[in-house]
């Protein structure tokens, strides 16, 4: 079946360090992808997201793009700050069987020290 | 405009007693989904509905868990009799159809002792 891969925390960078935030993903058809924050105490928030092969999503300052040859989906930041710690999820939309559903990874707790 | 809004926040029961949770989801979205977060099983998804519908019921752990969506903009998640191993933090999320992004309201945090 469909599922996200990406790789596990914790990560701990100073502030003004480049983020990369691998994520990898198996699915049949063609899926949209997603990556959702969550900052402490609060619910996932989207993030950005890619609907199709080579779109890249963005916002605040963060980065990804559909990938389908790797069928990868990294995150990227050039330059992070304290206030992006938090805990960020991969995930895609089911295509086909599974559609309806978002099948998120594990998550990837990200800590930002001055 | 509101997001979701789940109610209540935080509760705190004994084991054996009934819970439930509730949930509004945004005004205009058809798909609604509950989810559970623990540090052990991370984010899993138990029931999603589409037009009021359940759908796919499949992460609903056992029997002692029952969701319903009487209406557009209202669904609940039961648990009786709770158990200590339900404690964990309680999602809704809602989209404006399945395959869209989903808007998640800010759990429930449920302690059951």
């Known amino acids: 079946g469909d599922s996200v891969t990406q790789m596990e925390g914790p990560v701990t960078l100073s502030e003004e360090a480049c983020l990369t935030i691998?994520?990898?993903?198996?699915?049949?058809?063609?899926?949209?992808l997603f990556w959702y924050v969550q900052y402490p105490g609060e619910g996932l928030q989207l993030l950005l997201k890619?609907?199709?092969?080579?779109d890249k999503g963005s916002n605040k300052g963060f980065e990804a793009t559909y990938r389908k040859e790797t069928t990868s989906f990294h995150l990227e930041k050039g330059s992070v700050q304290v206030s992006d710690s938090a805990v960020y999820f991969c995930?895609?939309?089911?295509?086909?069987?599974?559609?309806?559903?978002?099948?998120f990874g594990k998550g990837t707790k990200l800590s930002v020290k001055p | 405009d509101a997001g979701v809004i789940q109610s209540p926040r935080h509760e705190v029961t004994e084991m054996g007693q009934e819970v439930t949770l509730r949930c509004k989801p945004i005004?205009?979205?058809?798909?609604l989904f509950w989810y559970r977060q623990t540090m052990m099983r991370g984010l899993e998804l138990l029931i999603y509905?589409?037009?009021?519908?359940?759908?796919?019921d499949s992460g609903m752990p056992e029997d002692r868990f029952s969701a319903k969506m009487p209406n557009a903009s209202f669904s609940t998640l039961k648990i009786q009799p709770s158990e200590p191993r339900d404690s964990a933090v309680y999602f809704c999320?809602?989209?404006?159809?399945?395959?869209?992004?989903?808007?998640f309201g800010p759990g429930t945090r449920l302690t059951v002792t």
């Open positions: 999320a809602s989209s404006f159809d399945r395959s869209y992004e989903q808007y």
């Open positions: 509905f589409n037009n009021n519908v359940p759908i796919d």
């Open positions: 691998n994520c990898t993903y198996t699915a049949t058809g063609y899926p949209s």
């Open positions: 890619a609907t199709k092969a080579d």
């Open positions: 005004s205009g979205h058809n798909s």
């Open positions: 995930a895609l939309s089911g295509y086909g069987g599974s559609q309806g559903n978002l099948i």
